[in-house]
């Protein structure tokens, strides 16, 4: 079965500097996910890649999917405070769009 | 648009009760989905339905666990007797299938069962 592993699990920066998040699957990648999630509150989608060699950004935020697809990186310049949580990647199950699996999350914490 | 709505936020029981947990999706949306979240396991799909249908209930980790949609606005997940291993973030999600569009998720229900 297809797995996704994310390094690194957390990771504290100071305000200001870039960081990134990288997302491996075990298997070739039909449509990956980038989620942020608060504690206690749901997960908030942030951007979905599908090509390979795919880059898309928001704000500061950039997220690439490499060429083979199985690997994603999720990079933030001059992070901030708003920026801090846990971050997670999905996955289409099987080619099974909207049916996702999730990695187990990068946990970022911004010191101001 | 309200989102996906969860009720209810927190749920605090006593092991050997029936719980209920409650799902509204987002209008139009056709495919429903239940996650668990949980520190050592992560987000786990338990189910999914795709027009009121369970298309794959292959994640509901027992029998102990059921699950419904009598239609297409509401959604309900059911422990029945709950367990302390059952205590997790419970968490709903719809979609438009066909579409590309993402999972839209709820705040997620807190469950402690004691």
């Known amino acids: 079965s297809q797995e996704l592993e994310q390094s690194p699990q957390s990771l504290i920066v100071q305000e200001g500097k870039n960081l990134t998040i990288n997302c491996t699957s075990s298997?070739?990648?039909?449509?990956l996910y980038w989620y942020k999630q608060k504690y206690g509150e749901g997960l908030i989608f942030l951007m979905m890649l599908q090509k390979g060699g795919e880059e898309k950004s928001h704000e500061k935020i950039t997220a690439k999917l490499d060429e083979k697809k199985q690997q994603s990186s999720l990079h933030i310049t001059a992070s901030q405070p708003s920026h801090a949580g846990i971050y997670l990647c999905g996955a289409d199950r099987g080619g099974s769009q909207g049916n996702l699996i999730f990695g187990k999350g990068t946990k970022l914490s911004v010191k101001p | 648009d309200a989102g996906v709505i969860q009720s209810p936020r927190h749920e605090v029981t006593e092991m050997g009760q029936e719980v209920t947990l409650r799902c509204k999706p987002i209008s139009g949306h056709n495919s429903l989905f239940w996650y668990r979240q949980t520190m050592m396991r992560g987000l786990e799909l338990l189910i999914y339905?795709?027009?009121?249908?369970?298309?794959?209930d292959s994640g509901m980790p027992e029998d102990r666990f059921s699950a419904k949609m009598p239609n297409a606005s509401f959604s309900t997940l059911k422990i029945q007797p709950s367990e302390p291993r059952d205590s997790a973030v419970y968490f709903c999600a719809s979609h438009l299938t066909g579409t590309g569009s993402p999972l839209h998720f709820g705040n997620g229900t807190r469950l402690t069962v004691t």
């Open positions: 298997k070739t990648l039909y449509g």
């Open positions: 339905f795709n027009n009121n249908v369970p298309i794959d």
